[in-house]
């Protein structure tokens, strides 16, 4: 089932823009151990740069959340700000935390993240899981999820680029879309992936617990018959998926109802491999050359 834990909580506070994030070191190099769970890859990290935490990386989210109870936890002040277009009548605001010196292995970034929930992943792994790392953290780095020895490598720019020329390797290139305050992001929104011998776009994104999910009008291209509108999801399968050189025969999806709510988080192409589906992988997430790469385990 496709999990939506990025809900938006309303709370108030002082006014003030969300900042970038430096871009990182290209020498960055080094690894650290995750554990995957209930279908999450949860690492550990530290916040301020010293309070220990985990957090969940997702590869397709567009940026950080972090939950309402860790503000309190770590004493970590709210801003909000309007969200674009702002006029002075109905508008939209973002209300998130600034945290400083997020620290996962050798990769640190202060970061604005927003308000979100991760109490259920927290009850399901019997621990507290302080947010998601989206986007915002892993731009402008090469990060490696070694699904088989449970590690996740943050690459230097020459072991990132090898790894284009390996053999047996599928490269895709990365995606480009803006943001709603007009920030351009790269994202693994990946072309030529073939679903039922039919390419698509499609989102890689270790922080969705799925196989394959799609959205109505993907599984109408697909020749599948979507949910009725504002229908729960339901379960079926594709005949064939290719990345690549690598062929996989009857794959579980999910398709989404429209209506749903489950579009904003399935990406521009309306189709999502999770990480049940890349867990068969080492999946390179080349953010600063803009590719991924992958070699079936």
Not at 32 to 37: M, N, R, Y
Not at 150 to 178: I, N, S, T, Y
Not at 289 to 294: A, E, F, R, S
């Amino acid at each position: 089932m496709l999990r939506l834990t990025l809900t938006a909580l309303a709370l108030a506070a002082a006014l003030c823009a969300p900042c970038a994030a430096a871009a990182p070191a290209a020498d960055e190099s080094g690894e650290v151990p995750f554990t995957f769970e209930m279908g999450f890859v949860i690492v550990p990290a530290k916040i301020k740069g010293k309070e220990p935490a985990e957090v969940i990386i997702s590869t397709g989210a567009e940026y950080s959340t972090l939950d309402f109870g860790m503000t309190q936890k770590h004493k970590l002040q709210l801003y909000y700000t309007g969200i674009p277009p702002v006029t002075g009548h109905n508008d939209r605001t973002m209300t998130y935390s600034k945290v400083p010196d997020v620290r996962v292995g050798p990769a640190a970034e202060s970061l604005d993240m927003r308000l979100g929930s991760t109490a259920e992943v927290s009850r399901a792994v019997g621990r507290e899981i302080f947010g998601v790392l989206g986007n915002d953290f892993l731009k402008g780095r090469a990060v490696q999820f070694d699904f088989a020895k449970k590690v996740l490598r943050f690459l230097d720019r020459p072991a990132a680029e090898a790894l284009r020329e390996k053999a047996g390797a599928a490269v895709f290139r990365m995606g480009e879309k803006q943001n709603e305050f007009g920030q351009t992001l790269t994202l693994p929104l990946v072309e030529k992936v073939m679903l039922n011998d039919k390419p698509a776009r499609v989102l890689l994104d270790t922080g969705v617990v799925t196989v394959v999910a799609l959205n109505a009008s993907a599984a109408k291209k697909l020749g599948f018959e979507p949910p009725p509108e504002k229908g729960a999801a339901r379960a079926d399968s594709l005949r064939s998926l290719r990345l690549g050189p690598v062929e996989l025969s009857n794959v579980p999806v999910a398709l989404y109802a429209k209506g749903s709510g489950a579009d904003a988080r399935l990406g521009d192409g309306g189709a999502l491999a999770g990480s049940a589906l890349l867990q068969n992988f080492v999946a390179t997430f080349d953010f600063r050359g803009k590719v991924v790469i992958l070699e079936r385990i």
